[in-house]
Every structure is written in C-alpha cells, then in structure tokens.
T-cell receptor
C-alpha cells in the first residue's frame, strides 16, 4: 500500500481565497482524522470521521473550515475564505485499531 | 481538561548513550499511550503502544514504560545513533471508545557523533 496520500504538498494562496486539501486514506482503515500542526500549538485534531461519517468536529476552528468524506477512499478539508492565521501544516491520518498512519502533510501559506 | 506535557527543550546526547524522553499527563486515565517519531517535513510515524496494564514494552533499541500512578511515560533509546535524531511525540487515547488521540507537543532529540 502507498500509505496515506495527501495533495497538494504545498499551497501558497492569498487571503480570502478558497483552499481545498485532499486525502486518500489507507484502504481498509475505517477512521480518518484531519490535524493541523503549528510551532505554537503542536498537533491539533480538527475533525474525526468513522466509516465516512463525521463523529467529532469540535476541533474545527470556525465556520470557515469544512470537511467531507464522500466515500471510504477520499476526504477533503476546505477553508473558505482563508486567512493568514490558517498558515500551518495540515495532516490527514487513517487508523487501523488504535494506531494512526499519517500522510506527508500539506504545507499551507496564506499571504 | 486533559493535559499532556513533554519537555519542550531539545535533548542533545552523544552517540552510543541512552536517550530518555518524558511524557507527563494530568486530569485523566488513558487506556493506552503511544509514541510517534516525526522527521522534518514528514508526518508522525508510529513506534510503540503501551496499555495501562503493561509496565514496560520493548522494540529493538526502544523501551517504553507507563506508570499510571505517576501519570508518566518514559521513552528510552539505547545505543543512540545520529539517525535517531528527530522529534518524538507521545499520544494518549481520549477514553471515549474511539481511535482519537491527544498529542503532546513533542521533544526534539539530537544525537551527536
């Protein structure tokens, strides 16, 4: 298996623009997580899906953030409109039993 | 609320020595604890899981202890090598019957030749 796949790997955008991050989890994993990592706050859980259903979105910062998982092999995290404070590395992870497998991340810079 | 603390200062040690990293937590009792390694520009990679009823677990040069009374886990790397240089994150389950984890901020380890 290729592991968790994320795209794009890097994204530079201007404030106010819409940003869409994509994730393909490992086949057979039934849980998917979106995290945000910054130097100040570390790794923060944004949203958790189980069997394609959003279970916990309490970590989503505000209404500008939304996430979907239309099927077991694809998820998106959208930020609209983006702001400079959204600049961070965004990770997607999928899990089998208790272990999480992370993708390479998307480094987002909002100017 | 749950709180996890890892030493935010980098740990610098000489090759061949044993590196010991600490993870302390408060305000709850996790069923298990995990350690992950993160290299610059990459996502965290799972290393070890230890359950609340286990005192110690080993994997090659790695050893993890879990003291539920002290609410502390120690992560040891014996015979450390420069290739062990990375940031190490501890993560605890959220005790809610899901696979969700709370991550510490990590400790950066630097092993010098």
């Amino acid at each position: 298996d290729a592991g968790v796949i994320q795209s794009p790997r890097h994204e530079v955008t201007e404030m106010g623009q819409e940003v869409t991050l994509r994730c393909k989890p490992i086949s057979g994993h039934n849980s998917l997580f979106w995290y945000r990592q910054t130097m100040m706050r570390g790794l923060e859980l944004l949203i958790y899906f189980n069997n394609n259903v959003p279970i916990d979105d309490s970590g989503m910062p505000e209404d500008r953030f939304s996430a979907k998982m239309p099927n077991a092999s694809f998820s998106t995290l959208k930020i609209q409109p983006s702001e400079p404070r959204d600049s961070a590395v965004y990770f997607c992870a999928s899990s089998f039993l208790e272990t999480q497998y992370f993708g390479p991340g998307t480094r987002l810079l909002v100017l | 609320s749950q709180k996890i603390e890892q030493n935010s200062e980098a740990l610098n040690i000489q090759e061949g020595k044993t590196a010991t990293l600490t993870c302390n937590y408060t305000n709850y009792s996790p069923a298990y604890l995990q350690w992950y390694r993160q290299d610059p520009g990459r996502g965290p990679v799972f290393l070890l899981l230890i359950r609340e009823n286990e005192k110690e677990k080993r994997k090659e040069r790695l050893k993890v202890t879990f003291d539920t009374t002290l609410k502390q886990s120690l992560f040891h790397i014996t015979a450390s090598q420069p290739a062990d240089s990375a940031t190490y994150l501890c993560a605890l389950d959220m005790v809610d019957n899901t696979d969700k984890l709370i991550f510490g901020t990590g400790t950066r380890l630097q092993v010098f030749p």
